[in-house]
Structure formats: C-alpha cells, structure tokens
T-cell receptor, first 115, second 116 residues
Framework: DADVTQTPRNRITKTGKRIMLECSQT?????MYWYRQDPGLGLRLIYY???????NKGEISDGYSVSRQAQAKFSLSLESAIPNQTALYFC??????????????FGPGTRLTVL | AQSVAQPEDQVNVAEGNPLTVKCTYS??????LFWYVQYPNRGLQFLLK??????LVKGSYGFEAEFNKSQTSFHLKKPSALVSDSALYFC??????????????FGKGTHLIIQP
C-alpha cells in the first residue's frame, strides 16, 4: 500500500550494530504497528502505538525499541542487532473509527539480515 | 487470549477449480476476522473481513469467506482459481471486546499454488 512506506527496503548489518527502521504513513491513522515475519511463523507483533503518547509492547518486544515521532512516523530500533533478528519487518496502520474493526494496512516491508 | 490456526502449509489447486483455504480461530469474546494476501516480495494486502451479520463475506479479486461460529472457522474460498491467485494467505483475528489492545493475531500462513 503506497500510503504506508518503509525505509530502508533492504538492509544488511553486522552483529552488535544499532539499526533503525522507519515507517511513514499518509493515511491519517492514529494507530501504528511493527511486526516481524519469519518463515513458517506468520507475523508476530513487536510494538504498537495507539497515538503519539501511547506505546505498548507486543508479543516479542525484547531486543527492540520504538519511537513515535509524530502521528505519521513510527520507528523501530534494534539496539544491538543479533543474527536471530534476521527477518522481514512490516509496519502497519489502522483506524478504529472505520466501523470499529480496526482493519490494518501494511507497508511493503524491510528485509533485514544480521550477519 | 486469541489465536488462529491455518492447518495447511500449502494448498494445490488446478486452474479453474474451486479453492478453499482453511482457518480456525479462538477468542474469548466475539471476533473480527480478516484475510490478507502476500505476493512475493510484497507487503500484506487486505482481502476481506467479517464484522457481523451475513456469514458469507465477499472481498477483493473474487474471494469470499464463510464465517461459521459453531465451528469457529473462517475459510477463504473462490469458485474458480486463477494462476495469479498463487500467493501466501494469512488469516487473522481480533477480539471485539479488546478495543484493539491485543492487535491482530495472525495464522502462520498458507501457500496457495494454482497449477495451469
């Protein structure tokens, strides 16, 4: 969905490096999410934010941190990358006002490889 | 807690035949249910959702899904498969009562392969 963009799209880094993945959206949604996708495991929630002042841990937050700089921007940081954080990372947004279902819309993903 | 099971890692269907991708769910209350599709090297695209009312939900690209409360299932269907339907499909659930606080819980995904 072009309304949700992620940078970079691909990144290769080394163990111990600090990495930041960025997400921007033009949908005007308050809620934003970070997921990681691993083969055979589906998508797992890392962090989510319901507004600029609200940050919540998801299922697998250890080793990650986030920053919600504005309604439109939500960044994910790996403070000290390790190889098992190699995955495909997705940002998503949602608006609970759309019938209350909170349908999520996803960015194109960032493929991160930690050597 | 909420969970989703997609019992098949892969489904193979001949082009032109009907297809079904299975999904069962578990929530403590009533569910919102979703199907997403992921094409190679792309993000997830929303296909359809169940909110309430009619148990048969129609979505994008000719897909539909049937909600069955007694069987806690939300199977994805299409009457006539196309080769271009080949992709990875995810079922997801959210408990209505949670206000979204638990986010979406996704199944592990099912690879749908349509053979010419």
């Amino acid at each position: 969905d072009a309304d949700v963009t992620q940078t970079p799209r691909n990144r290769i880094t080394k163990t111990g490096k600090r990495i930041m993945l960025e997400c921007s959206q033009t949908k005007g949604h308050d809620r934003m999410y970070w997921y990681r996708q691993d083969p055979g495991l589906g998508l797992r929630l890392i962090y989510y934010s319901f507004d600029v002042k609200d940050i919540n841990k998801g299922e697998i937050s250890d080793g990650y941190s986030v920053s919600r700089q504005a309604q439109a921007k939500f960044s994910l940081s790996l403070e000290s990358a390790i190889p098992n954080q190699t995955a495909l990372y997705f940002c998503a947004t949602s608006d609970p006002g759309q019938g209350g279902t909170d349908t999520q819309y996803f960015g194109p993903g960032t493929r991160l490889t930690v050597l | 807690a909420q969970s989703v099971a997609q019992p098949e890692d892969q489904v193979n269907v001949a082009e032109g035949n009907p297809l079904t991708v299975k999904c069962t769910y578990s929530v403590s209350g009533n569910p919102y249910l979703f199907w997403y599709v992921q094409y190679p090297n792309r993000g997830l695209q929303f296909l359809l959702k169940y909110i309430t009312g009619d148990n048969l939900v129609k979505g994008s690209y000719g897909f539909e899904a049937e909600f069955n409360k007694s069987q806690t299932s939300f199977h994805l269907k299409k009457p006539s498969a196309l080769v271009s339907d080949s992709a990875l499909y995810f079922c997801a659930v959210r408990d209505r009562a949670g206000g979204g606080a638990d986010g979406l819980t996704f199944g592990k995904g099912t690879h749908l392969i349509i053979q010419p």
